[in-house]
Nanobody, 115 residues
Framework: QVQLVESGGGLVQAGGSLRLSCAAS????????MGWYRQAPGKERELVAT???????NYADSVKGRFTISRDNAKNTVYLQMNSLKPEDTAVYYC?????????WGQGTQVTVSS
């Protein structure tokens, strides 16, 4: 069972930056896909970005060009660099690890962007 711990959330002004980290309790080297999702109040959880074992990435249209996802297999950590933040980016951000038979979630970290 993979445990995921997110960190790096907080309060930032519009236009600012934050870097989220997701530390896994085991090696992520062979995990097919790692990702970040977010859930704003009253809305469904949505995909933000994923990075695959091949290092290929994909992003939600709303964050393309502003957010960058990366994985450091040596540190068992996935990052989400968020630049040019907007108030609509305010949400709880969740880390996700997708194995063949099961998906794991972290507890989430709050990101609040003030206007």
């Amino acid at each position: 069972q993979v445990q995921l711990v997110e960190s790096g959330g907080g309060l930032v002004q519009a236009g600012g930056s934050l870097r989220l980290s997701c530390a896994a309790s085991e090696s992520i080297f062979s995990i097919p896909a790692m990702g970040w999702y977010r859930q704003a109040p009253g809305k469904e959880r949505e995909l933000v970005a994923t990075v695959h074992i091949s290092s290929s990435t994909n992003y939600a249209d709303s964050v393309k060009g502003r957010f960058t996802i990366s994985r450091d297999n040596a540190k068992n950590t996935v990052y989400l660099q968020m630049n040019s933040l907007k108030p609509e980016d305010t949400a709880v951000y969740y880390c996700n690890a997708r194995k063949v038979l099961r998906t794991y979630w972290g507890q989430g970290t709050q990101v609040t962007v003030s206007s």
